[in-house]
Every structure is written in C-alpha cells, then in structure tokens.
C-alpha cells in the first residue's frame, strides 16, 4: 500500500523526479560512504597507546615509541612514525605532511554532498516552474481547466517537497562530517605539536631522536 503510494506520488511529480531521484541515491552512497570511513577510522584509534608513546618520547627511549608507532594501524601512531622515520631531514615537516593527506582523505567526496544540497533545491524548483507552466498551458479550456491546473500544482509541489528533503537530508550529515573533519584536524594539530615539544626536552636532557634515527633507518 505505502509502496503505490510511494510511486504514485513519484510519477505524479513529473520527469523532474527521475533526476531527483539520482540526487537522492547519489547522497545516500555518500553519506554511507563518509559514515564508513569514519567508523573504521574511530575503531583504530588507540588512546592507550598514545600516552605511553607520550611518555616515552618525553623520557627518551625512543625505542619503545619506535616499537609502539612501527607498523600501527592507528593514525596518530602512523603519524609519529612517519616524523621518526624523517627525523634526520625534518620530522616536523614529515608529520605535518602526513597530517595533510589523511586529512584529505577525511574529506573525500565531501564536495559531492555540498553540491547535492544545492543542486536538489533547485531541482525541485526547475520541476516547480515545469508544473506551473504546463497548468497555465490549459487555463483556456473551460473542461479540462480545473482538473490540468490542479495536477499541474500538484507536481510542482511534488518536485519542490522533494527537492528540499534531500538538501535537508544532505545538510545534517555533511555538517556532522564537517566538524568531524576540524576535530581531527585540531587534534593532529595538537598531537604534532606536543609531540615536537616533547622530543626537544628530551634532546635538552641528552636523548637525541636523530641520533637515534640514524641508527634504526627505516625498513
């Protein structure tokens, strides 16, 4: 029943809806996409680990964050990893480089999502002007006046009610992922930092990363 209505009401909007509806698939792939993607990226976050890289870079025993960051799965470890691997050119340089391309992989297709919420308004309103004009095309005749008019109406509301809930739809996720997208920013920002702070205390106290570095070259 809900299913006839469904395409009752679809068919009754006009051919506007058939590239409403490709806007709407096209926003759920995406979506499913970016939710996927940040699953997976919270489920290898390991806190635990961080600290004890944390305090280990401040004490200098750099082997262990060398064993901690090797081969780890989590971002931020990957991170530090990259840094100790260039620690003799620039680790500095090497993380923020790092930072970089995962942050453009938390934004990936991002750009699709905020062009969906623009271009399904304006769907629906191009679909709004369609039905309005085939209803003024019988306003001459007596009989089928009403009747044209009405459906014509109609579909336009149709387009333009569907149109607005699919930006709506897209509004709320892409918002969700924006912010998503500065938190980790922020927190890599943060990370890099502390990180850099901590390996210059423990230069001042005699542990060299470089030296270290230039011992273990990377495999």
């Known amino acids: 029943m809900l299913a006839n209505i469904v395409v009752t009401t679809f068919l009754e909007g006009g051919w506007v809806m058939w590239p409403i509806l490709m806007t709407f698939f096209l926003a759920v792939c995406i979506v499913l996409d970016r939710a996927i993607w940040w699953l997976r990226f919270r489920l290898t976050i390991q806190a635990d680990k961080h600290e004890q890289a944390r305090v280990a870079i401040g004490s200098g025993d750099f082997a262990s964050v060398w064993r901690l960051s090797r081969n780890a799965t989590d971002p931020f470890l990957s991170n530090l990893n990259e840094g100790m691997t260039h620690a003799r050119t ?43 004009m085939g209803s003024f095309s019988f306003v001459g005749d007596e009989q ?58 423990a230069k001042e106290h005699g542990h060299d990363l470089e030296t270290f570095a230039s011992n273990h070259p990377p495999h």
């Open 90 to 132: 620039s680790m500095l340089a090497a993380m923020q480089l790092h930072a970089t391309q995962l942050i453009e992989k938390s934004e990936a297709r991002m750009w699709i999502i905020s062009t969906l919420i623009t271009l399904a308004p304006l769907l629906g309103l191009f679909g709004t002007i369609i039905g309005i």
């Open 144 to 201: 089928l006046a009403p009747t044209k008019v009405s459906g014509g109406i109609a579909e336009a509301l149709i387009a333009t009610a569907c149109g607005i809930a699919i930006a709506i739809s897209c509004l709320l996720p892409y918002n969700f992922f924006r912010k998503r997208v500065a938190v980790l920013r922020g927190s890599l920002e943060r990370w890099i930092n502390h990180t850099e702070l901590l390996v210059r205390s």
